[in-house]
Structures are given as structure tokens and as C-alpha cells.
């Protein structure tokens, strides 16, 4: 399973982005396709530390997160980020394809940097402490919900 989810985010999620050209409305949300890309790439960053976060969410609450983000349950649409504002962050690259570009770089950098140091974890600000197979599941669940929300896959 984690293979496959591995394969996703190598692959088809890229290819899937691809799709886009970058000036679509989300069906829900208030992040337009560039700024989505862009999100993306920071999740992946922040699985191989180049962003580091602490944990926000109550020790308390830690266990039930994880045991959701470990689930096959879906995001729901316009799932609210306890670490976003109100409002998406600006863009940052020069256009849409070079945003894609970078997080298919971002996902070789988080694949290598695991491979490099089995066993390692790193921390998620709302889910905690994750090794490699937490961070591909938790980050294929990222991405279906990213797809959904500009219908690059279809809702249930």
C-alpha cells in the first residue's frame, strides 16, 4: 500500500497538476492552482526538514489525529489548516508550470532524504512526530484532497 501511495505522489499526482493551466477555480477553497502547487511543496519540505514546525496540536488530541491521518477517511472539503491563515500565502514562483516543476523536485528530495536515513522521523505541526511511511500516507491524503478541490479526481 505505501508503494502505491509512494507511486502516487511520484507520478500521477504531478501528471494529474499537469492537467491544469493554472487559471481554474477550486471547488471549494480560496487557493487558486498555483498557490495549491505551492502549498504542496511546503508539506513536502516540511516532511524533509528544510521547514521545521512545531507541534500545535494538544498532547491530548495527538493520538486521535494520527489514528485519523493513518485512516483511509478523506479530508472533507474546506478542512480548515490550524497552521494557515485566513487567507493563501502569495505565489512565489514565476508562473504555474514552474511551481509543479519545484514540487516534483521537492517529492525526489523527500523520497532521498528518507532513503538516506531509514527509520528517521520528522515533525508535522498537526499530526507530530512521523517516519517515512506516516509522511506518504498522510501526504497522499494531502494531495487527493488538492485534486478533489480543482476536480482533477473525482469526489465521493
Known sequence: MIAEKLNFLRETFPTRLKK???????????????????HMTGSFRIADE????????PPDRLASYKTFMMSEKEFRPNTRNALMGEE??????ENFEKAVSELEQEIN????????????????????????EEWVQLLHKHSVHHLKQFGLLPSP
Request: proline share 9%; charged share 30%.
Open 109 to 132: 528530495d523527500f523520497i532521498e532524504y528518507f532513503r538516506d536515513q531509514p527509520g528517521k522521523s520528522t515533525t508535522n505541526g498537526v499530526f507530530g512526530d512521523l517516519v517515512f
Open 20 to 38: 491544469l493551466k493554472g487559471d481554474e477555480k477550486p471547488l471549494w477553497g480560496k487557493m487558486n492552482p498555483q498557490q495549491m502547487v505551492e
Open 88 to 93: 493563501p500565502e502569495p505565489v512565489v514562483n
Open 50 to 57: 528544510k521547514i521545521i514546525q512545531e507541534i500545535k496540536t
